[in-house]
């Protein structure tokens, strides 16, 4: 069975640090990998995606995440945390449906950004 | 996303009620998806349709029913309600045409309490 792990309920960061956001993976075949954002009283907003191709993915507000299909993980980074990108991340998994676009999420990590 | 309207946004009501969750979109997407996400649970799918007659059950779709009225509308029922239904519900879009690495696009949930 697909399935995402993201093995942080939470992560603390102080603004201007580096941060990153862990997801690891297990699909049959090659995976097509997302990460979403939500704020409170929000839906889920997609923020970048990796399907084929460079290893580092580069999305929205500064996010990249990179690819390793060696150690099956997909890790969401920002070189510098803002307090505003404090939310609740979501990392997700393209499930194989003959065709479909059925998606397998994580958990979600929540990203506490400090001053 | 606006393009993805859900209502009702908020909604109290009790046990064995039945309830209709509505969803449209503008996106002229084919294929629509339910979601429901709990605390420590991520989303979870419950129904999903490629187009109009075509309609799936998810991993959980044991006391819900979905209606495609339109390509543009998808609503989700709850025939009788029960307490452990209490969640927050996601529509969901994404396009066919593009191909299958197509990110979902949300709308903002519907926050729904069964007493």
């Known amino acids: 069975a697909q399935s995402v792990a993201q093995p942080e309920d939470q992560v603390n960061v102080a603004e201007g640090n580096p941060l990153t956001v862990k997801c690891t993976y297990s699909?049959?075949?090659?995976?097509?990998l997302f990460w979403y954002v939500q704020y409170p009283n929000r839906g889920l907003q997609f923020l970048l995606k990796?399907?084929?191709?460079?290893?580092l993915v580069k999305g929205s507000y500064g996010f990249e995440a990179e690819f390793n299909k060696s150690q099956t993980s997909f890790h969401l980074k920002k070189p510098s945390a803002l307090v505003s990108d404090s939310a609740l991340y979501f990392c997700a998994v393209r499930v194989n449906t003959g065709g479909g676009n059925k998606l397998t999420f994580g958990t979600g990590t929540q990203l506490k950004v400090e001053l | 996303d606006a393009d993805v309207t859900q209502t009702p946004r908020n909604r109290i009501t009790k046990t064995g009620k039945r309830i209709m969750l509505e969803c449209s979109q503008t996106k002229g997407h084919d294929r629509m998806y339910w979601y429901r996400q709990d605390p420590g649970l991520g989303l979870r799918l419950i129904y999903y349709s490629f187009d109009v007659k075509d309609i799936n059950k998810g991993e959980i779709s044991d006391g819900y029913s979905v209606s495609r009225q339109a390509q543009a509308k998808f609503s989700l029922s709850l025939e009788s309600a029960i307490p452990n239904q209490t969640a927050l519900y996601f529509c969901?879009?994404?396009?066919?045409?593009?191909?299958?690495?197509?990110?979902?696009?949300f709308g903002d949930g519907t926050r729904l309490s069964i007493l």
């Open positions: 699909v049959s075949g090659n995976p097509y």
């Open positions: 990796y399907i084929t191709g460079d290893n």
């Open positions: 969901a879009t994404s396009d066919r045409i593009t191909g299958s690495g197509q990110p979902q696009h």
